[in-house]
């Protein structure tokens, strides 16, 4: 058996069932190696960022291993867009990459040289960085446990992704019958018993709480403790808030679930958070986007408890925290729900308050139904009224990523992911790989006119695979958010954000048309419900363009002032633009420390 | 005046009259400043990877700074690609991207974290090796310090691409009016008297030649000393090789002109290299893809000198050099001039021995011109008969690459370019760069049409820029290169190189149809010299599609054997395949050593 046929034989035993591919000649052993295992699918996309754009998405929605082989050089660089998102958001994935013979590359780790050997560049110098474990695959008797190791790496703790380089003089070599090195992990920094403790804190913090408050990210699915974690906020009657990626971790109807905090969050989420005395984080980092640019106005009347995995992340400077607990969900959780939580006053009543801020604040607004163009609230309104949860949905960045994230209501059981840390434009080409998570049944991606240029040629790999993916594309005429920035602070001069100011974008029904797939123009509400109906029927791909108003308002938000020095001055987290009249939203805060 | 203001002038003032940019909301005051530098023209590409291989082509064609605009996060890793391949291929640029507040730049440079604050990431991590300068902007009053030693190390000495990142909340800070820090260049390695020595050496190793010969790359370019280099040989009658980067220094008819050394180089070139008595390498690296995959069987009958401005280079190992002298070609080549070559025995002979083998073994053979498809040796030489010497000329990876690289019959001023060290696949975006350097006029690019998808979103770009940027595409159903490699080496298992095997590649005259571009495909040897013209003389941009082989012959090339161990053994450096008569190459080699 070869290095090359090792290293995939492994990854079919573990369960692997589908490679995202671009061939190359520093890679060929590789790539005949995956060839020849039939229970793996490749996908052959059309540049490698798709392909760990798409393990990125695939990862994450189905907790299994994303595996993305490519060739060396421009192959491996090529990657690194999706390599640091599934980084940035804790995706389980694993690179494979071709390489020069391995004395080049042993050559290039020790000296300056820019290139050396054919496409030879010094991979680890461009991605160690983004990963949680990179290795040159130097030794055929080593193979196993590189193997092992990266496997391991990838899921455990908080996962991400892990790199092997292989030379193409060492992927052809023979693996001696006699496995002399294998992967023996450190014992794990993690366990039910070392939880204990942590655990009755918070068990305490919120039995002495009158407003408690569950703020949840996505490591609570990372974790697989979503229903430990349903039950948890049941048997307590504790309101929940959602973060971005951690969207689909609670329906929308469900009494105790709020909203979704953060910059362009949701007035209820917001409000609640700075109404909250007690605040437990779980499985989420508390980013920016989520708690404001002026983190320690984040939950200002509350104790905030933070659980997460990552004592990076815990340790960072931002909100006021009162205990950090660097703990894995997977123990914490279960333990989390043997604590006794014994309220000394009865929050039913908080809770009933919660439900009725979600109520009466929704993002989706009768007025938005209305208009010449498609309101993208409206559009998002729709799309979540008409959608089964089978269907998994993928959003991509930019405006697009506020407005359906902000408006979406999500079903019980229902997937949904989109690009957290990195936030990168073209994200919407991972559907390939959210596509395959779901079993290739029914997803759609939503995405932007602007965004959508930068990944087009997955349309290529989409109609290939003739598996029922949609695209639904917010046309607002270019790049809305740069577009609305240059209005507020550049006094409307506007530079590359439409064809006026130089960005162009193509016509987006010629380009499907071109690839082949069936294309649905959505020209105004008026036609929407109906066309909308006929894109999500369909058992094809279809690219689906909703032509929005290239002034769409995104709201709400928490916005800033601008100071006489012209510096920004965030506004209270709760008090979001448009701004409620003073005395509603006073209502509103019956929550403040005393 | 802002940061940003200062450094869109400082550029300006450098004579910088083109930036390739995509906007972004965290470099927003950046963008703002270069909207109001009217004196610098704006393209906006549709991912970054455009920008920066833009940027490449137009520095090493213009010989001036390129210069590139983008955002944090994905903006920056995005542009990765273009950067590594402008650092492997010396082509001076200029990287500025946005980034979230200075705080937060700070905090992820000094911990683990793995992303902080919006769309922030450790941008240094990801690119520093790919560059000959990175800084993070932290002070305003460092501003001045910063862009000069920024754009010194661009251009000095062995080119390269320079990074800085600019934190959002430094972008509009005012700069003090006096100026407290700046760049003073340490004393230069490099001078004319300090080259004289090296001279004399190789000046007396000529002397006692009897076959010469130089082998010269894009250094002699960079450096800007065409015209001595040809004093040079015209003036000493010594042949000439150029190595792909360096295609451009010398026309095809040139009598001292020779041809390519390669693997995938011509005959002449090789079998030249194989009979001189002495080498004289003038700015080049010697790369594996020139110099053959087993670099001390090159030159074998000849004592080599090396003359390269980067010391890394030089001291790799590979080739028997008999003398390595790191010098700068500026300085170097006017003092060769001034060196005495006084050669012991007449040369005449031999310098009409190489130039009868270059009339000899031609790359385009009269065969060609016929078949059902077309022959993509045939096409080049059809472009090369037609083109005029204003028209410049890109080609991209693959085996355009090498069909292209082989067939060029340059005309005397012709500018042509190629990605050389990481060779990736999608450069042929880069004639975006290539135009705006050649002053937008005609301007040719030659891909193939697996190549095309990795960039296709840039017909936008070419749409709106509406210059005569011809598109050629070479198209052989996919990836032609692994086909082929499938079949020598995998006996026919055939894996992502074509429809049938995974990798769909649309119809490229309805993409072109479809972005608003006229589109021309050519299906057969007939009707391809009035179509090409056709193409040619368009004034605007044109995607011309040309039917080849799907089975196309890469030759000649340098072959290897298959050893009983399953390792590979390369031929003889001049004994390319198609193999000569064993007789007719034994005439061939004039020069063994005695």
Request: proline share 5%; with cysteine.
């Amino acid at each position: 058996m070869t290095v090359a046929e090792y290293m995939m034989d492994f990854l079919k035993k573990k369960g692997v069932d589908t490679a995202f591919v671009i061939t190359g000649g520093q890679a060929m052993y590789l790539n005949d190696a995956l060839c020849r295992t039939h229970d793996i699918r490749s996908i052959f996309v059309h540049h490698e960022q798709a392909a760990t754009m798409s393990a990125d998405a695939y990862s994450r929605i189905t907790g299994k291993l994303g595996f993305v082989l490519v060739t060396a050089g421009p192959g491996a660089i090529n990657a690194t867009n999706g390599l640091v998102g599934g980084f940035t958001d804790s995706a389980p994935m694993m690179v494979i990459s071709g390489q020069s013979n391995l004395a080049f590359v042993e050559y290039m780790s020790k000296s300056n040289i820019r290139q050396y050997g054919v496409q030879g560049i010094n991979t680890r110098d461009f991605v160690e960085k983004g990963v949680k474990y990179f290795a040159t695959v130097d030794d055929p008797a080593k193979i196993a446990y590189y193997m092992e190791r990266a496997y391991y790496m990838a899921l455990e703790g908080r996962p991400g992704p892990v790199w092997l380089e292989v030379p193409l003089n060492v992927q052809g070599m023979q693996v001696p019958e006699k496995i002399l090195y294998s992967f023996t992990p450190e014992e794990s920094l993690f366990s039910a018993k070392k939880c204990k403790e942590a655990c009755e804190k918070i068990a305490n913090a919120l039995s002495n709480s009158k407003r408690p408050l569950v703020m949840a990210g996505q490591g609570v699915r990372l974790a697989g403790v979503v229903d430990e974690f349903m039950q948890f906020i049941e048997k307590n009657n504790i309101p929940v808030i959602t973060t971005r990626l951690g969207i689909d971790l609670i329906e929308y109807e469900h009494p105790l679930f709020v909203g979704h905090p953060g910059n362009y969050g949701d007035r209820p989420a917001n409000i609640t958070a700075q109404n909250a005395d007690v605040i437990v984080v779980l499985g989420s980092r508390m980013s920016t986007s989520s708690i404001g640019h002026d983190s320690k106005m984040f939950g200002r009347n509350a104790d905030i408890y933070v659980v997460d995995v990552d004592k990076e992340e815990l340790n960072k400077p931002g909100p006021n925290i009162k205990g950090r607990f660097m703990e894995d969900l997977r123990f914490f959780m279960p333990e989390l729900n043997n604590a006794s939580v014994d309220f000394t006053e009865n929050h039913d009543e908080w809770a009933k308050f919660c439900e009725n801020l979600k109520h009466k604040y929704p993002v989706m607004l009768p007025e938005y139904r209305d208009g010449e163009k498609v309101n993208s609230y409206y559009l998002i309104d729709q799309i979540c009224e008409l959608l089964d949860n089978e269907t998994a949905v993928l959003v991509d960045t930019g405006s697009c990523f506020h407005v359906a994230a902000q408006g979406w209501k999500l079903r019980k059981g229902q997937r949904f992911l989109t690009t957290g840390g990195l936030s990168s434009m073209g994200y919407w080409c991972a559907v390939l790989g959210a596509c395959a998570a779901n079993n290739y049944k029914n997803t759609i991606v939503i995405t932007g006119d602007g965004s959508l240029q930068m990944n087009i040629q997955e349309f290529a790999t989409i109609k290939h695979l003739n598996k029922p993916i949609k695209v639904i594309i917010i046309n607002n005429n270019g790049y809305l958010l740069i577009r609305q920035t240059q209005r507020t602070y550049m006094e409307d001069r506007f530079f590359g954000e439409s064809p006026e100011s130089g960005l162009f974008c193509p016509d987006t029904m010629a380009i499907a048309a071109a690839y082949g797939i069936k294309g649905v123009r959505i020209e105004n509400p008026g036609e929407l419900e109906s066309k909308l109906r006929d894109v999500l029927e369909y058992d094809k791909p279809v690219i689906c363009e909703v032509m929005c108003p290239e002034w769409q308002a995104i709201i709400p938000r928490v916005s800033s002032d601008k100071l006489p020095d012209g510096t920004l001055r965030q506004r209270n987290f709760e008090d979001m633009y448009p701004f409620l009249p003073e005395n509603e939203l006073a209502s509103c805060m019956i929550g403040k420390k005393t």
